[in-house]
């Protein structure tokens, strides 16, 4: 049996999840380390095909105290969704419809924000930590602020958010979304945050934080960032490059987050 050689900076490993100091035996890797290296490929592969528990996640949010409602895009499958990217952006024809029925006269009046809930790349992403994000932002948000229902949307891509917030008449949009699966972080969130959503808005036009989750960005320290930058995006009409996120600098008592206006 050949040794492990162990790297010199193995002590470095206890402070990042990366794939370092992983050692060797001969001219390859320790078994132990192409084996961690296949589970952890797995977990990416499952979180991207793996379905999205929606009855789940609106059981979960209806206990929080959310509205909910659901939607699709037009890749009606996973291997859809995945080969055509374009067709998660839009909403399904069938589903618009039946939203835009059960507003009945209402888009006239809008909303501020829409809030859209996608599985993206990782539905494991929106399973763990959709709802906890949500319950962290909630006491940020002032009771004058008119929402949309939660919307939790299938074979959703980014810009979905679009359709959806136009939809609704939304003066912003905050799409919670499954970020693409690394090896290290299988169940990573992302928020992205658009201004007037509409359809054919363009990235440079939204912000984003990425990597919520308890091993990366917190709840608490996203559900502030995200409450700033709603605040902001509301108060000055823009997102997206013009919006520089300045949520570090906020001063604020201990006792108060910030406020939307």
């Known amino acids: 049996m050949t040794a492990v050689t162990p790297s010199p900076w193995t002590s470095w490993r206890a402070a990042t ?3 370092l100091a992983l050692g060797r035996a001969g001219n390859g890797m320790p078994t132990d380390e192409t084996l961690r290296f296949g589970w952890a490929h797995a977990m990416a592969r499952d979180a991207i095909h793996a379905p ?3 009855d789940a996640l609106e059981r979960e949010l209806d206990a929080g105290g959310w509205t909910t409602t659901r939607a699709r895009s ?4 996973r291997t859809t969704y995945l080969r055509r990217p374009d067709l998660g952006r839009r909403l399904d024809a069938d589903d618009a419809d039946r939203l835009r029925a059960a507003l009945g006269e209402r888009p006239s009046e809008g909303c501020d924000v829409c809030l859209v809930i ?13 709802a906890p994000l949500l319950a962290a932002l909630r006491p940020h948000l002032p009771p004058a602020l008119r929402l949309s229902p939660v919307v939790i949307a299938t074979q959703a891509r980014v810009a979905l958010a679009d359709d959806i917030g136009e939809l609704f008449g939304a ?17 990573s969130l992302g928020i992205y945050l658009t201004h007037a959503p509409r359809h054919g808005r363009h990235d440079a036009e939204r912000n984003c934080i990425s990597n919520v989750r308890p091993e990366g960005l917190a709840y608490d320290t996203a559900a502030f960032k995200l409450s700033w930058l709603m605040r902001e995006a509301l108060h000055r009409g823009l997102s997206g490059i013009a919006l520089k996120d300045e949520s570090d600098h906020a001063v604020l008592p201990d006792d108060q987050g910030p406020a939307l206006p």
């Open 74 to 77: 037009r890749a009606g499958d």
């Open 118 to 130: 996608g599985d993206g790349l990782s539905s494991l992403a929106v399973a763990r930590h959709a």
């Open 171 to 187: 003066r912003l949009s905050v799409m919670l979304i499954g970020e693409r699966p690394g090896l290290s972080s299988p169940d």
């Open 17 to 19: 999840p990366a794939r």
């Open 52 to 54: 999205l528990d929606a």
